[in-house]
C-alpha cells in the first residue's frame, strides 16, 4: 500500500533533503506533491526519475494526503499545519512551531517512539543538534540516568539555509582572493586587513549569519533569550527534556556557528547517577539503533565523514579525571539528514511500523 505524501518548503535545503531520502529509502509512496511559496512555484524537481512541478501552497494543496512533511519555517507551519490536519493528513514538521506544545510528540524514534501514539495529527521534529545529542545519550541513560549534561556544539551553516550556505561561499572566495593577490608579499602570514578593502563591507555583510562566518566561529544562533542564552541553545535545554521524559535533567548548551557546509558536531560532557565503566559505554553504544561508534581515539569521526551518513558518529569518550560518574564525548551528525530530513521520515516509517497510518 502507498501513501500520498506532500512536501511544504520542498525547494529548501531540508525539503531537498527529504525527497532524496524518500527515494533512498524506497518509502512507499503512491503520489507525491511538492509545495512552496509562490516565488518557489514552478520550479521543476525530480523524484524516481520523474520531473515534478513544484506547487504555490493553497488551502487545498492537502486534500487526500497521507503524510505532510513540513519544512518551510514556524510562521509557515503554524498557518498550514492546521490546514493540512483539518484535510485528513499527518503533519510532521521540521520547524520549531509546535516542539513545546505538550499536546504535540517531539520525536527522535530511536528515543522515544512510543510517543507517536499519542499524536492529534501534528508531530514535532526537534531541533538538529538535540536530535544527534538525544541519539547518543539515550543509550547510556539506559544504563544510569543521566543527571547532568554540558554541551558545546559546532554547527554548519546549512543550518541556518540555502542563503546561509551562499554567504559562507561569497565571503571565503572574497578573502581567499585577497590572499592570493599578496601572497608574495606575505612574511610569515602577516595579515593581510581586507576588510578595509574596496567592496569588503558589501560582501562581508552579515545576513543569514550575525557576524562574519569565513575564517570564524559565531557563539550566536537565533535571538537571544532569558539569561543571555539564544534561542538554540534553549531549544537543546528544553527538548531535551520533553524528549527524555526527564525534568530534572541538567542541561546546559553552548551553540556556536562554524564555517562548515554540513555536518554539526558537539562536545557533550554528562554526569550519571551511577559510575560505568568505558566498555559498558561502548557496548551500548555499539548496540544502539541509528549509531555509529569509533572506539579507538585517532579515529574520530569530523564533518567531512558524516556528510550523506544516516547514522550519528561518536568518538572520543573519555572519563573525567576526577569524577568518576562523569564521561566526555564528541558527536557528529548530518544535520540535514538525521538533523532534520531523515527523522522526519523516519516518523513516517515509525508511523506505518506501529499501525499508526
Not at 31 to 45: N, P, W
Not at 58 to 81: C, M, P, Q, T, Y
Request: aromatic share 8%; charged share 30%.
Amino acid at each position: 500500500m502507498g501513501y500520498k505524501v506532500a512536501i511544504l518548503g520542498a525547494t529548501g535545503a531540508v525539503g531537498r533533503e527529504m525527497l532524496k531520502y524518500l527515494e533512498e529509502v524506497n518509502f512507499p509512496v503512491d503520489d507525491i506533491k511538492l509545495l512552496a511559496s509562490k516565488r518557489s512555484a514552478g520550479k521543476i524537481m525530480e523524484f524516481k526519475g520523474e520531473k515534478i512541478k513544484v506547487e504555490e501552497v493553497k488551502e487545498d494543496s492537502f486534500k487526500n494526503v497521507d503524510i505532510a512533511l513540513f519544512s518551510a519555517g514556524a510562521s509557515r507551519s503554524k498557518e498550514w499545519a492546521p490546514i493540512a490536519v483539518k484535510s485528513g493528513a499527518i503533519v510532521i514538521d521540521n520547524s520549531s512551531a509546535f516542539r513545546m506544545d505538550k499536546d504535540v510528540p517531539l520525536v527522535v524514534p530511536e528515543v522515544n517512539e512510543e510517543d507517536l501514539k499519542w499524536h492529534k495529527g501534528i508531530i514535532a521534529n526537534p531541533n538538529c543538534s538535540t536530535i544527534q545529542m538525544v541519539v547518543a545519550l539515550k543509550p547510556i541513560y539506559d544504563l544510569s540516568r543521566i543527571k547532568k549534561v554540558i554541551v558545546s556544539t559546532y554547527q554548519a551553516v546549512s543550518g541556518a539555509g540555502l542563503n546561509a550556505i551562499k554567504e559562507l561561499v561569497d565571503q571565503t572566495e572574497f578573502v581567499i582572493d585577497i590572499y592570493k593577490a599578496y601572497k608574495d608579499k606575505l612574511e610569515d602570514f602577516k595579515y593581510i586587513p581586507y576588510k578595509n578593502l574596496p567592496y569588503a563591507k558589501e560582501v562581508l555583510k552579515p545576513k543569514k549569519i550575525p557576524r562574519q562566518i569565513a575564517f570564524n566561529c559565531v557563539p550566536h544562533i537565533d535571538i537571544f533569550m532569558d539569561q543571555n542564552y539564544t534561542k538554540e541553545e534553549w531549544k537543546m535545554v528544553k527538548e531535551t527534556k520533553k524528549i527524555m521524559h526527564d525534568e530534572e535533567i541538567s542541561v546546559c548548551a553552548t551553540c556556536v556557528r562554524v564555517p562548515v557546509f554540513i555536518g554539526h558536531s558537539e562536545s557533550i560532557y554528562i554526569e550519571t547517577e551511577k559510575a560505568l565503566s568505558l566498555e559498558e559505554i561502548y557496548k551500548a553504544l555499539e548496540n544502539a539503533p541509528g549509531v555509529k561508534l569509533y572506539k579507538d581515539p585517532t579515529t574520530y569521526p569530523t564533518p567531512v565523514d558524516v556528510e550523506g551518513e544516516n547514522k550519528v558518529l561518536i568518538g572520543r569518550i573519555r572519563k573525567d579525571l576526577d569524577n568518576d560518574k562523569a564521561y566526555t564525548m564528541w558527536v557528529v551528525g548530518d544535520n540535514l539528514r538525521k538533523g532534520a530530513a531523515q527523522n522526519a521520515v523516519q516518523i513516517a516509517e515509525s508511523l506505518i511500523k506501529l499501525g499508526l497510518i
